[in-house]
């Protein structure tokens, strides 16, 4: 039986750090604030902004709510990102995507000011999950793995990892960061050949391949860390699941995530602490 990785005890030690740097900027007159700019009302969205909300409360960070019509033209769009990127007293903005039709998402994309993209999401921030510098900041996900692996004390140094998935929000950042700790990524995709083989070699698995319960016992062995970043609604079922059949591999590994109750919960915390962190550099 594995041991079950859950996010909260996570999230719960990250808030608490918060709160600490929290106070000591409003000791130097600095108020963390995040910019939340959304344009419509989707539901995915007002979803993920009310839990955004509710973590910057419970550590103090201020939260500006900027919301535009769903069919706003792109010169009112492109002029309120700009306002954002200038206002000093933001210090983050959360751009929820994907835009409407009518918006270039690549352009808004590349427009945000990556100091102040805590989401992780322009060329800025990936180049510096690259170099491994602080220009902008990480995936919130794929950092939300990595500050799981640390919190349960796995020793990333030497290890052998594989990643399930390529895209640019988990998979290849995750891989990167993985090789910053000095473990050996591989990185799977849907044209790797004989997947199982590859996953079964590493000691560190981490499973973005977006599709819900795809990935079964045939890729494990025991002893191996898996760190489940799927989150998938289940008709059938009627609940939320990864995509680790998780009943199957569960009796196999050593440590394992839940869905829900694993990543997912330490993904808001990470990214109110690039907001509290984006602050504390224009400090000093």
């Not at 990785?5 to 995040?34: C, F, S």
């Not at 499973?207 to 079964?216: D, F, N, P």
């Not at 199957?248 to 109750?261: Q, W």
Request: glycine share 10%; net charge negative; aromatic share 4%.
């Amino acid at each position: 039986m594995a041991e079950i990785w859950k996010g909260k005890a996570v999230a719960d030690a990250l808030n608490e750090k918060m709160a600490a740097d929290v106070a000591a900027l409003k000791d130097k007159g600095v108020v963390p604030t995040l910019a939340i700019f959304r344009v419509g009302e989707r539901e995915d969205d007002l979803s993920y902004e009310r839990g955004a909300m509710k973590r910057c409360d419970a550590v103090g960070v201020a939260v500006k709510s900027v919301v535009l019509p769903a069919d706003v033209d792109p010169d009112t769009f492109f002029k309120t990102l700009d306002e954002l990127n200038n206002d000093p007293e933001v210090h983050g903005i959360l751009m929820f995507r994907p835009l409407p039709k009518q918006l270039d998402g690549e352009k808004a994309r590349k427009a945000l000011n990556p100091a102040k993209d805590v989401d992780g999401c322009t060329d800025g921030s990936l180049a510096g999950v690259f170099t491994n510098t602080e220009l902008g900041f990480p995936p919130c996900t794929a950092q939300a793995a990595m500050e799981i692996l640390d919190f349960y004390g796995v020793d990333c140094k030497g290890k052998r990892a594989a990643v399930i998935g390529r895209s640019l929000v988990v998979g290849r950042p995750a891989g990167m960061m993985l090789m910053h700790k000095n473990a050996t990524p591989t990185i799977c995709h849907t044209r790797t050949v004989d997947m199982p083989s590859i996953i079964r070699e590493a000691d560190i698995v981490i499973v973005a391949a977006g599709k819900m319960e795809t990935i079964g016992k045939e890729y494990f062995r025991e002893g191996q860390v898996v760190i489940d970043v799927g989150i998938n609604w289940n008709e059938e079922k009627g609940k939320l699941c990864g995509d680790v059949k998780f009943d199957e591999v569960e009796p196999i590994v050593a440590a394992i995530t839940p869905v829900p109750g694993g990543v997912g919960s330490v993904t808001t915390s990470v990214l109110v602490s690039h907001v509290v962190e984006a602050a504390k550099r224009i400090v000093g």
